[in-house]
Structures are given as structure tokens and as C-alpha cells.
């Protein structure tokens, strides 16, 4: 069985999330080769020349320059008809879940997402991934040739190695007539970007926030200021409970920097961060889902006995979150 390496450039290099992918094909022991699409690709592929592939393809036009569905599947199956693998295998990041299931399509392949483990053993390759809100792990192989597989990020080591000289081949591609045109990319400044996958420490805050406090006053407008100035002095990612980002859509007043995208747990995300705390959150059967890949977790809670604390949380601080995350930022500052 042979295997190929589909991978994108990212301002120029492999993001991380490609260089886990990477790893992850190296710890196979399958022969593979490697493809690289976008700006760069010819550097990026003799920056990973000694991974051990047998052969390096890129496309490297203006056409993948920047991201898009209709160049960047056409790149994307040119690259895998012509290494002829019958395991292909791809980052999980936003460019490729656009494209690739069409690629599958295209090349006539099976297509499986959220890929966090692929083994192989006596020529047969195995996949795991996490069903039903991450509580059911499956494994689970296919006979489908060639077999798709995009791998989430933060599951695997980058992979580390020295640079060489890839002797890369360039593969021609037809683009044909481009419908779309990319005329620039908008994004918020980078103090106002609550949701960092790369950061250390991941905060959550609940809905605790927006209640009356002890002195039977409401003081959203102090909590804002305590979160943003806590994330953008530590540099953490956002997260938030179901219960405080549907606060918007029920009319009360909440955080305005926070929305469904920062949700985690049950009917949110699982991101993945060496360090967790929770704050202002009851912390039951939701957070637990939500944090179940935070290697170490903390809360600030009133209630030493709230079910977050309960066998969910490695260190617990109990007091008033507005008190201690108050003292914390002055600390920080």
C-alpha cells in the first residue's frame, strides 16, 4: 500500500497543522510521497526534505496564492491522480475540509474527517475518530481505494527535521476559467481575536458573569473589561457556555465580544489546550464534554461542591471570579 501526503502552505510555510499530518504518515512505515499546494510550495517541500518520502510534487501558481474551492480542487486532484496512493492523507484545517470532499468526488475516493489516530499493521490501515459530541471513539478501516483522511490538528508531534533539497516536481494544471477572483482577505486585529487554537491557556467564562452579584447589581460592563483585559494580557483563547452565549438571542444584555463560535462542550467545540479555567460556569455534563482534551483544568467557583468541582476540575479556587481574575490582571500587569 502506498501513501501520499496531501499538504498547503500557509503565508508562504506548512502551518503545524500540516506538520502533524506529516508525522503522522512517518509513523506508519508505509512508503509515501508528499504534494504541496500554494504560495511557496517548492521552499516549503525542502523544508521537509528529509521526512523520508520518496517523491515531492507541488503547485505552486498564482492561482493557489490564496485560498479557494474551485483552484484549489483542481490542484488538489491533479496532485493525488498523479501519485497514484491508495491512501491519501490531509490536515483537517479550514482549506482542505472546503475542497477535499469534492477532490473525493473527483478521484472517485471514500472521505473520512476528523481523523484522530491512523495506524497500520500487516498492510491494513486503521482510523479512529470520535462519534456523538466526542463521547464514542470508533476504529474503524475501509477497502476503498484511494481512502481520504483528513487529520485534526493537535493530535499529533509536529514533525521536526532538518531542511534539504527536495528536487520537487512541479505539476502542470489546467485551471481552466476562474468564475472568482480573490481580492483581498479581512480579519480583525489581532486584540480583538478571542478564539487562538495555538494558545496555551484556553478561559471560560459562564453566565455567571451576567447575574446579579452580591451586591444585587448587574456589572457586565466591569466583566467585560476584566475578561478582555485577562485575554489579551495572557494571551489566551475565549470560550464560553451555552448558557451565556444564548443570553443574545433571549433580549438580555451579555458580554458583546462573545458569540456561538466561542461555545464549547456538548453542542459546542472540544478545543484542544495544555491549560484550562473555568470561571462563573456550573460545570456539569456539558464542560466535561467540552474539555475532555485540556490536560490540566482549573475553575473559580463559589461552591466548592458544584459538579464541576466534583472529580472534573484538577485545582478548584474558590471565591468571587470578579475578585480573583480582578487581582490576577493586576498581577499580569
Known amino acids: 500500500m502506498k501513501a501520499f501526503v496531501l499538504l498547503h502552505t500557509e503565508h508562504g510555510a506548512l502551518p503545524k497543522a500540516a506538520l502533524e499530518t506529516l508525522n503522522a504518515a512517518c509513523g506508519l512505515g508505509l512508503p509515501f510521497s508528499v504534494g504541496i499546494v500554494g504560495q511557496g510550495a517548492a521552499v516549503a517541500a525542502d523544508a521537509v526534505a528529509t521526512c523520508g518520502a520518496a517523491t515531492f510534487a507541488v503547485v505552486d501558481t498564482p492561482e493557489v496564492a490564496q485560498p479557494r474551492y474551485a483552484s484549489d480542487a483542481v490542484a488538489a486532484t491533479a496532485l493525488i ?113 478571542t478564539i487562538r487554537p495555538e494558545a496555551a491557556l484556553l478561559f471560560v467564562a459562564g453566565a455567571g458573569w451576567t447575574k446579579k452579584q452580591k451586591d444585587g447589581q448587574y456589572h457586565i460592563g466591569e466583566a467585560g473589561a476584566i475578561i478582555q483585559g485577562f485575554l489579551g494580557k495572557a494571551k489566551a483563547s475565549l470560550g464560553s457556555s451555552k448558557s451565556l452565549v444564548d443570553l443574545k438571542s433571549e433580549g438580555q444584555e451579555t458580554l458583546s465580544f462573545m458569540s456561538h463560535m466561542n461555545q464549547v462542550g456538548q453542542t459546542g467545540s472540544t478545543p484542544r489546550h495544555p491549560k484550562g479555567l473555568s470561571t462563573c460556569c456550573h460545570g456539569e455534563e456539558p464542560h466535561a464534554v467540552g474539555w475532555r482534551f485540556i490536560n490540566e483544568r482549573r475553575a473559580i467557583n463559589l461552591d466548592p461542591n458544584c459538579g464541576w468541582a466534583q472529580g472534573k476540575a484538577d485545582v478548584v479556587y474558590v471565591g468571587d471570579a470578579f475578585e480573583i481574575m480582578g487581582k490576577v490582571n493586576t498581577l499580569l500587569a
Open 81 to 193: 491522480q498523479a501519485a497514484g496512493a491508495d491512501l491519501v492523507l490531509a490536515p483537517n484545517t479550514s482549506r482542505f475540509a472546503r475542497c477535499l470532499p469534492g477532490v473525493a468526488h473527483r478521484t472517485g475516493a471514500q472521505v473520512d474527517t476528523h481523523i484522530v489516530s491512523v495506524t497500520a499493521e500487516g498492510g491494513v490501515v486503521k482510523a479512529q475518530r470520535w462519534f456523538y459530541r466526542q463521547r464514542i471513539l470508533s476504529s474503524f478501516s475501509r477497502t476503498v481505494c484511494p481512502w481520504m483522511l483528513l487529520v485534526d490538528g493537535g493530535v499529533n508531534a509536529p514533525w521536526q527535521g532538518t531542511a534539504g533539497t527536495a528536487n520537487a516536481q512541479a505539476v502542470a494544471v489546467d485551471f481552466g476559467e476562474q468564475r472568482t477572483t480573490v481580492t483581498g482577505v479581512q480579519s480583525p486585529a489581532s486584540d480583538a481575536q
